[in-house]
């Protein structure tokens, strides 16, 4: 049997008085994940390990079957893997965003007013020329998602997720050694100390190098929102982690389909296949019919599709109802449906799950660890009693609560 996990990020949400009490899952036209819901088993899943914040880097690998006390590197490395920088062994990787913060200093946006990859390129090679070092460059990626590579770094800093705090001034935000742990040595890597220093100088010297962009100047003078100041987080070292095909002799073969440089990285460790699509930008005008197509021609040839949409999680940080409602009608009727219908042809039988990794609450516009509503479906599978797929209704589900690798294990089991 093979299988496919239909991943819409941050889909799960809270109860919003405007919507007549209901999240946006529940409000939104979704007949396919009812149908599936009906057909299949649901339950909740705890993503989200104690410990670790609920960032899209914990909750995809605990998806996937990986303990994280085992394998936890942060964002950095992952998409360091993804974009295809090899990774030198002393090498500290930080996922890079390019944010937008207002003159009176608070967070406007963590996406630099939608940076799009080509203008983000512009500003990664004038900071690379300004303020890139021996000790620090900057690598480019998608849109505003970059990263920051510092020579004998350490990764005992704490650093703040820029879509954690919307609205609130940066400066208390930058980098800080970890308590108690300011002065550690590590073999060939600067001090927690002297690595948060350097880091919060680059903040503090790109406010400057980014004001003076043309970019910038361009955006300035239309009124747009800038992409003004740079806010390194999630750092690493390389990971080790084994194979999908390594844990589940179950998988032989597997791709992941995704926009996201972060879950590419996670699938390339995973030993997967990563299948890049044109159109696929991470956001609500995604090309879904091109990933649907995409993940449906892999299936054929693999045994196992790893599907993943970000539209939604990037509406909740934007804290935009009416968007939330139409990414997940979107990945309804433009991936899940079309999905189960040419599969419901095959002579193979599909194994099909859906699932949002974590809560992205479009009133909190952060992401949350909630336990999610997921939904598991293959022809011949025993139905609970279930008839409808939203956070509230899988509290019922057939599976109850499952916990971290416990979903990949169930699914194996299949």
């Given amino acids: 049997m093979k299988t496919i996990i239909i991943l819409g990020d941050g889909m799960a949400d809270n109860p919003i008085e405007r919507l007549g009490g209901k999240t946006p899952l529940q409000y939104a036209k979704t007949p396919y994940m009812d149908m599936l819901a009906k057909k299949g088993r649901t339950g909740r899943l705890v993503t989200v390990p104690d410990g670790y914040m609920p960032g899209s880097e914990v909750a995809n690998t605990a998806i996937l079957g990986y303990d994280l006390d085992s394998v936890y590197e942060g964002r950095g490395p992952l998409e360091a893997a993804s974009i295809g920088y090899d990774m030198d062994p002393l090498d500290l990787a930080l996922r890079c965003n390019i944010i937008c913060v207002r003159e009176d200093g608070t967070i406007k946006t963590h996406n630099g007013g939608n940076l799009q990859t080509e203008d983000a390129r512009q500003l990664i090679d004038l900071l690379n020329e300004k303020l890139g070092t021996d000790k620090a460059k900057w690598i480019c990626g998608i849109q505003y998602r970059h990263l920051l590579i510092v020579k004998g770094g350490s990764k005992h800093i704490v650093c703040a997720p820029p879509h954690d705090h919307p609205n609130e001034a940066w400066r208390p935000l930058l980098v800080k050694p970890e308590p108690g742990m300011e002065e550690l040595h590590e073999e060939g890597r600067m001090t927690p100390q002297q690595t948060a220093d350097l880091i919060n100088d680059l903040i503090l010297r790109s406010v400057e190098v980014l004001?003076?962009?043309?970019?910038?100047?361009?955006?300035?003078?239309?009124?747009?929102?800038?992409?003004?100041?740079?806010?390194?987080?999630?750092?690493?070292?390389r990971p080790a982690m084994q194979t999908l095909m390594q844990m589940y002799p179950q998988v032989k073969t597997g791709a992941v389909v995704s926009a996201v440089d972060l879950i590419q990285g996670i699938g390339k460790y995973a030993g997967l296949d990563i299948v890049k699509v044109p159109g696929a930008t991470g956001l609500w005008d995604t090309n879904y019919e091109g990933k649907t197509q995409a993940a449906l021609r892999n299936l054929k040839e693999k045994d196992f599709v790893f599907l993943h949409v970000e539209a939604s999680d990037e509406a909740g940080h934007d804290g935009d109802v009416e968007l939330k409602v139409k990414t997940i009608e979107n990945l309804d009727s433009r991936m899940i449906g079309p999905i189960y219908e040419e599969v419901s042809k095959w002579q193979e039988p599909v194994c099909i799950a859906v699932l949002p990794d974590h809560y992205t609450p479009v009133e909190m516009r952060v992401h949350v660890g909630e336990p999610v509503p997921f939904i598991i479906y293959y022809p011949g599978i025993e139905p609970d009693e279930v008839q409808t797929y939203d956070e509230y209704t899988c509290v019922g589900g057939g599976y109850g609560i499952l916990r971290l690798q416990e979903f990949m294990q169930t699914l194996m089991k299949v």
């Fill in 211 to 237: 004001a003076n962009a043309p970019l910038n100047i361009e955006r300035r003078q239309r009124g747009e929102d800038l992409a003004n100041i740079i806010w390194p987080w999630s750092g690493g070292y």
